[in-house]
């Protein structure tokens, strides 16, 4: 392939690696993670409510990484409450995976980039080490491919595992008692998708510029290599 065509696919893929670095930063620091509905089922038995009426008592939840906010709603209006995870709700939620939750962002949002770096390296100069070229091309693609994987499964078992809405929005609840009526991810959840998918595009890309796979050998180099051997 020419090395205009290389240098731009390089530009290409280290555009979107810097990309999905500020999208993750920004993710991580929003309460677009987890949006829903909490019903206030003491309420609602209390008296007895069903279809309309039901609707007095559903209030609403949303939260991220950090903080969150809901509307507690108990027939008499609805009643806004803020958090936080640190320190108020620290002991009951899953916070091994929560604080793994947002190790692997951090190391999303470096290793992105370190190979929007390492790309714009590899179009404007010369990759003269190993980690420089083709090969780190791969291994930081793979890296933060793989940490994207890692956020979106732990978050969604400390969501729908661990029950993580209906922990909070039961926090610091004596006499009512909240159930999940429903519930979805947002918009920063699904920007983690998005960047996972674009740096395995990334993958893609470099394969795509004419450089093989780091685990792939043409068999001819192998057996010239033996017939230099035998010479010797």
Known sequence: ????????????????????????????????????????????????ATGPELHKFIGDIQYGLFSGQRVRQCGLGGRPFQFSFFPDLLKIIP?????SVILFCTVLIIFALVGAGFFMFNAFGSPYETLHGPIGLYLWSFIACSCGCLIMILFSSEVKI???????????????????????????????????????????????????????????????????????
Not at 179 to 185: A, W
């Open 1 to 48: 392939m020419p090395a205009r065509q290389k240098k731009l696919i390089f530009c290409i893929a280290g555009a979107l690696s810097l990309a999905c670095a500020l999208g993750t930063a920004a993710a991580v620091g929003t309460q677009l993670w987890v949006r829903g509905t909490v019903l206030c089922t003491t309420g609602a038995l209390l008296v007895n």
């Open 95 to 99: 916070a091994s995976i929560h604080v």
């Open 162 to 232: 661990h029950h993580l809405s209906e922990k909070i929005a039961n926090f610091k609840e004596g006499t009512f008692t909240f159930k999940t009526h429903s519930e979805q991810f947002a918009n920063s959840f699904w920007t983690i998708l998005v960047c996972s998918l674009v740096h395995f595009i990334n993958a893609l890309l470099i394969r795509f510029a004419g450089f093989e796979f780091p685990f792939s050998k043409s068999k001819d180099s192998g057996t010239i290599t033996g017939a230099v051997d035998l010479m010797y």
